[in-house]
């Protein structure tokens, strides 16, 4: 029997090795030791870092000098902390990534490439992988948290980077990660269908398609979020709604968590109609057209998947290559 599709592999920003080990974010001697003997992923103010030649792993720097106030601990790995740290490194830009049609990378002037983890993270190892997600995850946090949200004073940083809190009042934040679904919808055409609904967003690169995705509602549950999402987004009715996996996506905080759902079979037949600018286009794509696309790494005439980096890639292939 025909069984359920899952993920065709872990998403790629999933992959973290390290071990957070939140005992030690309290100790500051230990943190100071960590630092001493540490190693330090370097983030310029677009969240880039220097990747080595070869892109699969980052370009590390050991620490030096004291700890500094803005560093955060991401982890340690055979007893070596690892730390992110700003640094605005003047830097060449360089072209658009042709994936993306966005997300330059830049060149130092001794030739270092400097990368966006969307653009980068797919190709890296496990653990550059996981070190860059938490390390771009923790700046956007700080870039947009810096003022305490009860009265309004400039916060302190403590736990290594892993806390904020206020002088004033006290009120102590955390990390923050705002959750978004993102849905692969089929048809009913055996077990896992035999078409997948397939969007596109007008500000996307030409012929880019993807499944559809949205953000929770507060007072919303995952379950419910997919079916508003997809009712509002192309007007569909779903059934079977059913978890996947999930990847953090720190852009600037959030995390997507994937499902799968079906559609009516009558609704394949019935036009799908696109939500006002949010959605462009939508389309009941066959198994053997994704599956073309994916054969071809990526891209066909008229269908260009989303990049390996995405979740969503890993439900699409994940999709393409079971039975219906
Ligand atoms: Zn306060």
Known sequence: MTEPFRLAELPRLSRSTVDRDEQVRTEPARLVELWRDGRVILLDSLGRTPVLPGGTALAVRPASGDLPAD????????GVGYWALPHDEELREGEPDAAWGRWA??????GEEWHDLRVAGAALDDMSAGLFTTA????????????CANCGASTARENGGWATRCPNCGREEYPRTDPAVICLVHDLDGVNGSHVLLARQPIWPPERYSVLAGFVEAGESLE????????EEVGLAVSDVRYLGSQPWPFPRSIMVGFAARAARADRDAPVRPA????EEANWVSRTEVRAALAAGGDIPGLRLPGPTSIARQMIAGWATVDR
């Open 71 to 78: 560093a955060v601990l991401l982890g340690q790995h055979d």
């Open 105 to 110: 990378g830049g060149i130092s002037a001794d």
């Open 136 to 147: 771009v995850a923790l700046a956007n946090w700080h870039g947009r948290g810096r003022f």
């Open 224 to 231: 419910a979020c997919v079916a508003r999402e997809i009712r």
């Open 276 to 279: 006002d600018g949010e959605i």
